[in-house]
């Protein structure tokens, strides 16, 4: 019987974890693909108090670092189930399944989708969802980023550096992101926005080499392109727990600031929440929170 079964080793997961193990509590922690969640992609972090400037990299390692060494187990496992048997949960993955007094779901989210047809073929031959991962292949060529949030910002900056043209695709007219990125973005000149539009198709075979885009009052266009970047947000990664929590109409896990759930002794924490600040700093709060709240009720001391 584990004390703390945390699901996910992002920044929420593995904070919740740092805190479960100072409690002196025993604690798992279930992970479906690599530590670090999306943060791991962000080239510079400027935003985390104290760190004035760490890699998304460096900063997950840290963490990942910090559990371990404070006796987090951490096994590369996706959790498929949770359900209650008695007096505690029970947690299934392909491999195994495991019981746990308290469970904290820390699952993030995963990219949304564009929709369009050959989307999934063309992933690695032109279409891309990580800039500083497949950046370094379009040095000195011409990209697109699709999206207007702070990801499709940061992407179209850091690949402005690498890229010989950028452009930013964004089906409105204002930006979503942060001003501070958006003014930066605007100094560079080989950035192009092309505001009002989406992409409609994707040209070229084997290997993507052009996109229609088509703008709001439907004249189309086509771009040749050597690269997309599809940055239009994330899909929370809940519904395998739609059984004792209760989601959004987007998926999210609604909870508020105390991260409880409709369930005793299940916690959700950071971005598959809902919440208004998504954000590595929120994230690692809610760990904290979510954390504390499991520990009461493994000690029985309340929470709830
Ligand atoms: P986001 O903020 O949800 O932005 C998604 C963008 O994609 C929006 O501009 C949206 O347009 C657009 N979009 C959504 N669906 C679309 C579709 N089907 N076709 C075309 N465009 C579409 O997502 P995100 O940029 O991935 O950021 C997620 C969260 O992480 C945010 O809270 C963000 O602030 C945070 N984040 C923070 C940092 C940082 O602090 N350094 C870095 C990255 C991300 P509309 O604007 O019209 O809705």
Known sequence: MIDILVVGAGPAGLTAAIYARRAAKQVLVLEASTYGGQ????????????????????????????????????????????????????????????????????????NRKLGLERENTLLGKGISYCATCDGAFYRKKTVAVAGGGNTALEDALYLADLAETVYLIHRRDALRGDAATAEELKKRENVKFIWNSNVTKLLGEPRLQAIEVTDKGGSVSTIPVDGLFI??????????????????????????????????????????????????????????????????????????
């Open 231 to 304: 940055a239009v947000g994330r899909i929370p990664e809940n519904q395998n727990f739609a059984g004792l929590i209760d989601l959004d109409e987007g998926g999210y896990a609604l909870a508020g600031e105390d991260c409880l759930t409709r369930t005793p002794g299940v916690y959700v924490a950071g971005d598959t929440r809902t919440k208004t600040v998504r954000q590595l700093v929120t994230a690692a709060a809610d760990g904290a929170v979510a954390a504390t709240a499991a520990i009461h009720y493994v000690n029985g001391t309340s929470n709830r």
């Open 39 to 110: 943060i791991i992609n962000t080239p510079d972090i400027e935003n985390y108090p104290v760190a004035a400037h760490i890699s998304g990299f460096d900063f997950a390692t840290k963490l990942y670092e910090q559990a371990v060494a404070l006796g987090a187990e951490i096994r590369f496992e996706k959790a498929t189930e949770l359900f209650e048997e008695g007096d505690h949960k029970v947690v299934v993955t392909p491999k195994n399944r495991y019981e746990a007094r308290a469970v904290i779901l820390a699952t993030g989210s995963e």
